[in-house]
C-alpha cells in the first residue's frame, strides 16, 4: 500500500512538471502579449537582433520603433541598446540600433549603447549591470509580444521593475507570430527558471 502510494504522488509530480507547469508558462506568455501595459519608467531598452553590417533586420527594426514611439511619448528620457556582433560583424546590435535611433532624429545623449550581449540574459545582465550604476530602477523593454514575458522576468529577477514595448508590425508581432512562438518561449523560459538557476546557460539567440 505504501509503495502503491508513493508511485501515485511521484507520477503525480510529474504530470505537474511535464503538462500543467509548461501549460501555465504557455498562458502566461499568451496573456502578457495580448494584455500589453507600458509603464513610465527610468530608461528604455532596445534587445538586440540580428542585423547586418551595421542595418538592422525587421525583427531588429520594429523593436527600435517601439523605443523611439516610447520616447517620443515621454515615457522615458533614455534609451539603451544592447546587444552584441557575431564572428566577421562590422557592427553590433547595439551599434545598429543606436544609430539608427539617431537617424531618427533621437539626441545622441539620450542614447546608450551597450555592445554586450548574445542572447535574452546576456543582455539582461549587461543593461542591468548599467543601470544599476546608475541608479536606474525601472526599465520599459521594447521587444516582440511573445518575448516579453521573459524578458521582464529576467529584469526583475535581477532587481529592475519592468514593462514591455511590444512590437506591432514585422516577423515579431502577434500577427506574424503563434504557437511556435510560444512553444519556444514556453521552453526558453522553463530553461531559464529550471538549469538557468544552477548557472547552465542555453542561449536563445534570434537570428532573423
Known amino acids: 500500500m505504501?509503495?502503491?502510494?508513493?508511485?501515485?504522488?511521484?507520477?503525480?509530480?510529474?504530470i505537474v512538471?511535464?503538462?500543467?507547469?509548461?501549460?501555465?508558462?504557455?498562458?502566461?506568455?499568451?496573456w502578457?502579449?495580448?494584455h500589453p501595459s507600458i509603464k513610465e519608467s527610468a530608461a528604455i531598452v532596445v534587445l538586440g537582433a540580428a542585423q547586418d553590417n551595421g542595418k538592422p533586420t525587421p525583427i531588429l527594426?520594429?523593436?527600435?520603433?517601439?523605443?523611439?514611439?516610447a520616447y517620443q511619448a515621454g515615457l522615458a528620457p533614455l534609451i539603451i541598446t544592447v546587444g552584441g556582433g557575431q564572428k566577421g560583424d562590422l557592427?553590433?546590435?547595439?551599434?545598429?540600433?543606436?544609430?539608427?535611433?539617431?537617424?531618427?532624429?533621437?539626441?545622441?545623449?539620450?542614447v546608450v549603447s551597450i555592445p554586450v550581449g548574445k542572447d535574452t540574459l546576456t543582455s539582461t545582465v549587461?543593461?542591468?549591470?548599467?543601470?544599476?550604476?546608475?541608479?536606474?530602477?525601472?526599465?520599459i523593454i521594447a521587444t516582440d509580444p511573445y518575448h516579453c514575458y521573459r524578458a521582464m522576468t529576467e529584469a526583475r529577477d535581477q532587481g529592475i521593475a519592468a514593462s514591455?514595448?511590444?512590437a506591432q508590425s514585422g516577423p515579431g508581432s502577434l500577427k506574424a507570430t503563434g504557437l511556435r512562438y510560444i512553444f519556444r518561449e514556453t521552453a526558453a523560459y522553463l530553461a531559464y527558471e529550471t538549469v538557468g538557476r544552477f548557472?547552465?546557460?542555453?542561449?536563445d539567440q534570434i537570428k532573423k
Open 199 to 203: 548557472g547552465i546557460h542555453l542561449s
Open 126 to 139: 549587461a543593461y542591468v549591470s548599467y543601470m544599476k550604476v546608475h541608479h536606474l530602477a525601472s526599465v
Open 32 to 34: 502578457t502579449a495580448h
Open 61 to 69: 527594426a520594429e523593436r527600435i520603433t517601439q523605443a523611439r514611439l
Open 2 to 14: 505504501f509503495l502503491f502510494k508513493l508511485l501515485r504522488r511521484i507520477i503525480t509530480a510529474l
Open 164 to 166: 514591455c514595448a511590444q
Open 17 to 30: 512538471l511535464v503538462i500543467i507547469v509548461p501549460l501555465y508558462v504557455a498562458s502566461q506568455i499568451w
Open 91 to 110: 557592427s553590433t546590435e547595439a551599434a545598429a540600433s543606436r544609430n539608427t535611433l539617431i537617424a531618427q532624429r533621437i539626441p545622441k545623449k539620450h
